[in-house]
Protein backbone atom coordinates (compact mmCIF):
# COMPACT_ATOMS: atom_id res chain seq x y z
CA UNK A 1 0.00 0.00 0.00
CA UNK A 2 2.69 2.66 0.97
CA UNK A 3 4.44 1.50 -2.65
CA UNK A 4 1.47 2.64 -4.31
CA UNK A 5 0.97 6.39 -2.47
CA UNK A 6 4.54 6.78 -3.31
CA UNK A 7 4.07 6.02 -6.72
CA UNK A 8 1.18 8.32 -6.91
CA UNK A 9 2.76 11.04 -5.23
CA UNK A 10 5.57 10.73 -7.71
CA UNK A 11 3.30 11.00 -10.50
CA UNK A 12 1.34 14.01 -9.03
CA UNK A 13 4.93 15.65 -9.05
CA UNK A 14 5.59 15.01 -12.72
CA UNK A 15 2.19 16.52 -13.14
CA UNK A 16 3.02 19.40 -11.08
CA UNK A 17 6.59 20.34 -12.83
CA UNK A 18 4.39 20.17 -16.41
CA UNK A 19 1.61 22.41 -15.54
CA UNK A 20 4.60 24.98 -14.01
CA UNK A 21 6.59 24.55 -17.42
CA UNK A 22 3.33 25.06 -19.44
CA UNK A 23 2.46 28.59 -17.08
CA UNK A 24 6.14 29.63 -17.56
CA UNK A 25 5.74 29.16 -21.40
CA UNK A 26 2.30 30.41 -21.54
CA UNK A 27 3.76 33.71 -19.45
CA UNK A 28 6.84 33.48 -21.73
CA UNK A 29 4.58 34.02 -24.39
CA UNK A 30 1.85 36.91 -23.08
CA UNK A 31 5.29 38.81 -22.55
CA UNK A 32 6.26 39.02 -25.88
CA UNK A 33 4.09 41.83 -26.81
CA UNK A 34 6.34 43.65 -29.78
CA UNK A 35 8.82 41.89 -32.15
CA UNK A 36 11.47 43.43 -34.29
CA UNK A 37 11.00 42.39 -37.87
CA UNK A 38 13.77 42.79 -40.32
CA UNK A 39 13.42 42.85 -43.85
CA UNK A 40 15.23 42.51 -46.71
CA UNK A 41 14.94 45.16 -49.23
CA UNK A 42 16.36 45.26 -52.77
CA UNK A 43 15.18 45.96 -56.20
CA UNK A 44 16.92 44.59 -58.97
CA UNK A 45 15.79 46.56 -61.71
CA UNK A 46 16.82 50.16 -59.97
CA UNK A 47 20.20 48.15 -58.94
CA UNK A 48 19.43 49.05 -55.47
CA UNK A 49 21.61 47.62 -52.79
CA UNK A 50 20.74 45.07 -50.38
CA UNK A 51 19.77 46.63 -47.08
CA UNK A 52 17.44 45.86 -43.79
CA UNK A 53 14.97 47.98 -42.55
CA UNK A 54 13.50 46.91 -38.88
CA UNK A 55 9.65 47.52 -38.14
CA UNK A 56 8.35 46.92 -34.44
CA UNK A 57 5.39 44.60 -34.76
CA UNK A 58 3.19 44.67 -31.96
CA UNK A 59 2.16 40.61 -31.24
CA UNK A 60 -1.13 38.70 -30.84
CA UNK A 61 -0.98 34.77 -29.96
CA UNK A 62 -2.60 33.98 -33.59
CA UNK A 63 -0.57 36.02 -35.24
CA UNK A 64 1.85 34.56 -38.35
CA UNK A 65 5.17 35.99 -39.60
CA UNK A 66 2.82 36.88 -43.18
CA UNK A 67 0.29 38.45 -40.53
CA UNK A 68 3.71 40.60 -39.00
CA UNK A 69 4.48 41.51 -43.03
CA UNK A 70 1.08 42.27 -43.78
CA UNK A 71 0.69 44.84 -40.63
CA UNK A 72 4.22 46.49 -41.61
CA UNK A 73 3.23 47.09 -44.92
CA UNK A 74 -0.28 48.10 -44.01
CA UNK A 75 0.95 50.63 -41.11
CA UNK A 76 4.75 51.18 -41.51
CA UNK A 77 5.71 50.83 -45.06
CA UNK A 78 3.66 49.96 -48.14
CA UNK A 79 6.14 49.73 -50.50
CA UNK A 80 7.21 46.32 -49.45
CA UNK A 81 6.81 43.79 -51.84
CA UNK A 82 5.85 40.27 -50.70
CA UNK A 83 3.98 37.83 -52.64
CA UNK A 84 0.82 35.73 -51.31
CA UNK A 85 -2.36 34.51 -51.84
CA UNK A 86 -4.39 31.60 -50.01
CA UNK A 87 -2.99 32.74 -46.76
CA UNK A 88 -3.67 28.68 -45.25
CA UNK A 89 -0.54 26.67 -46.53
CA UNK A 90 -2.38 25.53 -50.35
CA UNK A 91 -0.74 28.02 -53.12
CA UNK A 92 2.45 27.98 -52.06
CA UNK A 93 3.03 31.76 -52.59
CA UNK A 94 4.40 33.08 -49.61
CA UNK A 95 7.40 31.00 -49.62
CA UNK A 96 10.55 32.87 -48.36
CA UNK A 97 13.43 32.17 -45.39
CA UNK A 98 12.59 33.05 -42.36
CA UNK A 99 15.32 33.36 -39.20
CA UNK A 100 17.72 31.63 -42.20
CA UNK A 101 15.20 28.62 -42.91
CA UNK A 102 12.95 28.04 -46.04
CA UNK A 103 9.47 28.42 -44.73
CA UNK A 104 6.24 29.41 -45.67
CA UNK A 105 5.16 32.59 -44.30
CA UNK A 106 1.19 32.01 -43.61
CA UNK A 107 1.74 28.58 -41.77
CA UNK A 108 5.10 29.88 -39.65
CA UNK A 109 3.33 31.53 -36.45
CA UNK A 110 5.82 33.79 -34.40
CA UNK A 111 5.09 31.79 -30.91
CA UNK A 112 6.65 28.92 -32.54
CA UNK A 113 9.59 31.07 -32.87
CA UNK A 114 12.74 32.01 -30.64
CA UNK A 115 13.80 35.08 -29.48
CA UNK A 116 12.28 38.81 -30.00
CA UNK A 117 13.64 39.10 -33.29
CA UNK A 118 12.29 37.92 -37.19
CA UNK A 119 14.58 38.12 -40.10
CA UNK A 120 12.65 37.57 -43.59
CA UNK A 121 15.00 36.98 -46.51
CA UNK A 122 13.83 36.33 -50.53
CA UNK A 123 13.95 32.10 -50.83
CA UNK A 124 18.00 31.24 -52.58
CA UNK A 125 18.42 29.83 -56.13
CA UNK A 126 16.01 32.22 -57.39
CA UNK A 127 16.56 35.26 -59.44
CA UNK A 128 15.76 38.25 -57.16
CA UNK A 129 13.10 40.60 -58.00
CA UNK A 130 12.61 42.83 -55.32
CA UNK A 131 12.80 42.42 -51.54
CA UNK A 132 10.87 38.89 -50.67
CA UNK A 133 9.91 38.61 -54.51
CA UNK A 134 11.57 35.94 -56.73
CA UNK A 135 11.41 34.66 -59.62
CA UNK A 136 9.65 31.36 -60.25
CA UNK A 137 9.92 31.00 -64.05
CA UNK A 138 13.32 28.62 -63.89
CA UNK A 139 11.44 27.07 -61.53
CA UNK A 140 8.22 26.10 -63.48
CA UNK A 141 10.32 25.52 -66.42
CA UNK A 142 12.27 22.44 -65.04
CA UNK A 143 8.37 21.34 -63.73
CA UNK A 144 7.14 21.56 -67.17
CA UNK A 145 9.92 19.35 -68.63
CA UNK A 146 8.72 16.49 -66.71
CA UNK A 147 5.85 16.56 -68.85
CA UNK A 148 3.33 16.89 -64.88
CA UNK A 149 0.12 15.43 -66.22
CA UNK A 150 -1.20 11.94 -66.81
CA UNK A 151 -0.63 10.54 -70.49
CA UNK A 152 -2.69 7.89 -72.21
CA UNK A 153 -3.43 7.41 -75.32
CA UNK A 154 -7.05 5.34 -74.23
CA UNK A 155 -7.99 8.64 -72.20
CA UNK A 156 -8.95 10.70 -74.93
CA UNK A 157 -12.48 9.07 -75.70
CA UNK A 158 -15.10 11.06 -78.25
CA UNK A 159 -18.21 8.32 -78.42
CA UNK A 160 -20.10 9.59 -74.85
CA UNK A 161 -21.44 6.63 -74.79
CA UNK A 162 -17.99 4.84 -73.84
CA UNK A 163 -17.19 7.07 -71.33
CA UNK A 164 -15.71 5.56 -68.27
CA UNK A 165 -13.11 5.11 -65.66
CA UNK A 166 -9.81 3.82 -64.80
CA UNK A 167 -9.15 0.94 -62.56
CA UNK A 168 -6.90 1.49 -59.46
CA UNK A 169 -6.62 -0.35 -56.32
CA UNK A 170 -6.12 1.37 -53.22
CA UNK A 171 -2.46 0.09 -53.14
CA UNK A 172 -1.68 2.34 -56.79
CA UNK A 173 -3.02 5.10 -55.22
CA UNK A 174 -0.87 4.93 -52.21
CA UNK A 175 2.25 4.72 -54.38
CA UNK A 176 2.14 8.00 -55.86
CA UNK A 177 -0.21 9.70 -53.16
CA UNK A 178 2.06 11.32 -51.12
CA UNK A 179 4.05 13.13 -54.21
CA UNK A 180 0.82 14.50 -55.41
CA UNK A 181 0.29 16.89 -52.04
CA UNK A 182 2.91 19.19 -53.69
CA UNK A 183 2.19 22.85 -53.84
CA UNK A 184 4.99 23.83 -55.83
CA UNK A 185 6.11 26.70 -53.04
CA UNK A 186 9.77 26.42 -53.94
CA UNK A 187 10.96 25.50 -50.48
CA UNK A 188 12.84 22.69 -51.34
CA UNK A 189 14.56 23.87 -54.47
CA UNK A 190 15.74 26.88 -52.15
CA UNK A 191 17.33 24.27 -49.75
CA UNK A 192 18.97 22.00 -52.48
CA UNK A 193 22.63 22.65 -52.48
CA UNK A 194 22.91 20.58 -55.61
CA UNK A 195 21.10 23.69 -57.33
CA UNK A 196 22.90 26.57 -56.27
CA UNK A 197 25.93 24.93 -58.01
CA UNK A 198 23.66 23.50 -61.05
CA UNK A 199 20.93 25.74 -62.70
CA UNK A 200 20.56 22.97 -65.07
CA UNK A 201 19.31 20.33 -62.59
CA UNK A 202 15.92 19.84 -62.31
CA UNK A 203 15.76 20.07 -58.43
CA UNK A 204 14.10 18.12 -56.11
CA UNK A 205 10.58 19.25 -56.64
CA UNK A 206 10.41 18.30 -60.48
CA UNK A 207 12.89 15.28 -60.05
CA UNK A 208 9.86 14.33 -57.36
CA UNK A 209 6.73 15.16 -59.81
CA UNK A 210 8.38 13.05 -62.61
CA UNK A 211 8.32 10.37 -59.71
CA UNK A 212 4.71 10.50 -58.90
CA UNK A 213 3.72 10.27 -62.71
CA UNK A 214 5.56 7.25 -63.16
CA UNK A 215 4.24 5.78 -60.08
CA UNK A 216 0.54 5.93 -61.65
CA UNK A 217 -0.96 3.05 -63.30
CA UNK A 218 -2.43 5.43 -65.58
CA UNK A 219 0.49 6.93 -67.60
CA UNK A 220 1.95 5.02 -70.38
CA UNK A 221 4.69 8.11 -70.34
CA UNK A 222 7.38 5.73 -67.99
CA UNK A 223 9.96 5.39 -70.32
CA UNK A 224 9.91 9.03 -71.64
CA UNK A 225 10.51 10.21 -68.04
CA UNK A 226 13.24 8.21 -67.07
CA UNK A 227 15.36 9.13 -70.24
CA UNK A 228 13.97 13.27 -69.00
CA UNK A 229 16.05 12.85 -65.61
CA UNK A 230 18.66 10.09 -66.40
CA UNK A 231 21.77 12.42 -67.99
CA UNK A 232 24.62 14.51 -66.19
CA UNK A 233 22.40 17.07 -65.11
CA UNK A 234 19.90 14.99 -63.65
CA UNK A 235 19.14 12.80 -61.21
CA UNK A 236 22.39 11.79 -60.60
CA UNK A 237 24.04 15.40 -59.42
CA UNK A 238 21.80 14.53 -56.24
CA UNK A 239 23.84 14.07 -53.67
CA UNK A 240 20.69 13.57 -51.19
CA UNK A 241 21.49 16.14 -48.57
CA UNK A 242 17.88 16.01 -47.61
CA UNK A 243 17.34 19.39 -46.87
CA UNK A 244 14.57 19.11 -49.51
CA UNK A 245 12.54 16.78 -47.39
CA UNK A 246 13.45 18.77 -43.82
CA UNK A 247 11.80 21.66 -45.41
CA UNK A 248 8.28 20.53 -47.55
CA UNK A 249 5.62 22.30 -45.88
CA UNK A 250 3.49 19.44 -47.00
CA UNK A 251 5.04 16.08 -46.08
CA UNK A 252 6.00 15.20 -49.59
CA UNK A 253 9.51 13.65 -49.30
CA UNK A 254 10.95 14.58 -52.70
CA UNK A 255 14.00 13.01 -51.23
CA UNK A 256 12.34 9.54 -51.36
CA UNK A 257 10.76 10.26 -54.53
CA UNK A 258 14.41 10.85 -56.20
CA UNK A 259 15.82 7.39 -54.65
CA UNK A 260 12.64 5.57 -55.95
CA UNK A 261 13.09 6.78 -59.29
CA UNK A 262 16.86 6.00 -58.99
CA UNK A 263 15.97 2.57 -58.35
CA UNK A 264 14.07 2.36 -61.64
CA UNK A 265 16.61 3.31 -63.57
CA UNK A 266 19.27 1.46 -62.47
CA UNK A 267 16.50 -1.60 -62.56
CA UNK A 268 16.99 -2.81 -58.72
CA UNK A 269 13.24 -1.21 -58.75
CA UNK A 270 11.03 -2.61 -61.09
CA UNK A 271 7.59 -1.31 -61.75
CA UNK A 272 5.13 -4.49 -61.43
CA UNK A 273 1.99 -2.30 -61.88
CA UNK A 274 0.26 -2.62 -64.89
CA UNK A 275 -1.42 -0.20 -67.02
CA UNK A 276 -4.73 0.93 -65.60
CA UNK A 277 -7.30 -0.42 -67.81
CA UNK A 278 -10.91 1.64 -68.44
CA UNK A 279 -13.78 0.24 -66.32
CA UNK A 280 -16.13 -1.73 -68.54
CA UNK A 281 -19.18 1.36 -68.50
CA UNK A 282 -21.86 -1.14 -69.26
Not at 34 to 47: D, F, P
Not at 159 to 183: A, G, H, M, R
Not at 209 to 225: I, V
Not at 255 to 269: C, K, N, T
Request: hydrophobic letters at 35%.
Amino acid sequence: MNQIIKKIRMLEKKNNQKDMTKINNTKAETSRQMVVLNVYRANTHRNDLPRVEKFQIPVQRWMTVLDALLFAKSYLDSSIAIRYSCRMASCGSCGMKINGVPKLACYTKISELQGNTITCEPLSNFPHIRDLVTDFSQFFEHHKEMAPFIHNNNADIKDENKLSEFKQTPQDVDNYLQFSYCIKCGLCYSACPTVATDTKFPGPQALSQAYRYYADTRDDLSNRRLNAVDGKHGIWRCHFAGSCSKVCPKGVDPALGIQLLRGHIMGYSRNENKIAKLRDPT
